[in-house]
């Protein structure tokens, strides 16, 4: 998986949830059926402030059965000392790819009461890894043994034109610190992203486009409705609404969008299924015709 991202090879992540609670079972079962399917997974460090096992365990546990892992950490839930903390114990045992993010509000997850730390933000959490990397901590003192990860971030090219310029100026400090691969939110047509690309003069090979699997009519509403920053074609609403198999068409759709972002030249998908990773081989069946 490293290897392919660096040398800007298609790569294709799966996100992968980790559970709520110490049964790990069902993780392991949709993990193992997408083994050579796909060439690594995000494990995300827990989205939408859901609390689940952490990050750095689901890693841990996905690098003991072989499948490669990009561990997601964020400035939400801890101090630069257990941020730091975590990072050397993930390559220690193994993990090679960081995907830093900000982290959602607690106030939309299931702990709405819980303190959001937020010590460092991410502009100096990627810088922090670019040190960690050069031998040393946050505190300027020299580290035992020194990490070498894959580092990506976020990019949201679907803001409003006013905000266009901002989302740029972000990207640029970005990779500046180190970012070697870009995520998108869901994307369902490429177009969208042109405006962007054209302004922010970034290589394709660097971005990887999300690919959502849409679950549901109702879920495909909501997103046109509410969601400003990802656009969601009409054509497609209307195509999963006249469906006999809404979802069949769903899988269908978002094997599509796969297929039409790699031949557009982008450095990979991201496949995220919100809970439904075992609908994953699904989705190359659909590839493969």
């Not at 490293?2 to 049964?23: M, R, Y």
């Not at 922090?128 to 070498?148: F, H, R, S, W, Y």
């Not at 090219?157 to 990207?171: K, S």
């Amino acid at each position: 998986m490293k290897s392919k991202l660096e040398a800007g090879k298609f790569t294709v992540l799966a996100e992968i949830e980790t559970p709520k609670g110490t049964d790990v079972s069902e993780l392991v079962t949709n993990v193992t059926r997408i083994k050579g399917l796909v060439d690594g997974c995000i494990v995300p460090e827990m989205s939408s402030a859901v609390m689940s096992m952490s990050a750095l365990g689901g890693a841990i546990l996905l690098q003991g059965i072989g499948m490669p892992v990009v561990m997601q950490v964020n400035c939400r839930d801890r101090n630069r000392l257990a941020l730091q903390a975590d990072l050397l114990s993930a390559y220690a045992c193994g993990v090679r790819g960081i995907m830093a993010v900000t982290g959602e509000s607690t106030q939309i997850g299931d702990h709405p009461k819980a303190k959001e730390v937020y010590d460092i933000g991410l502009p100096d959490l990627l810088q922090a890894l670019q040190t960690l990397q050069q031998g040393k901590d946050m505190a300027g003192i020299e580290l035992k043994g020194v990490p070498d990860f894959l580092v990506g971030t976020t990019i949201n090219p679907g803001v409003p034109e006013d905000d266009l310029d901002r989302e740029i100026e972000d990207l640029n400090h970005k990779l500046a610190a180190g970012a070697a691969f870009l995520v998108t939110p869901p994307v369902f047509d490429p177009e969208t992203l042109n405006r962007f690309l054209s302004r922010a003069g970034i290589e394709k090979t660097r971005i990887l486009p999300t690919v959502l699997l849409v679950k549901s009519l109702g879920m495909a509403r909501y997103i046109d409705r509410n969601i400003r920053h990802i656009h969601l074609p009409q054509a497609l609403i209307t195509r999963i609404q006249k469906a006999p198999d809404k979802e069949r068409e769903c899988l269908k759709i978002a094997a599509e969008t796969f297929q039409i972002l790699k031949n557009a030249g982008f450095g990979g998908v991201v496949l995220s299924t919100l809970g439904w990773e075992r609908k994953i081989p699904q989705i190359f069946d659909f590839l493969r015709g």
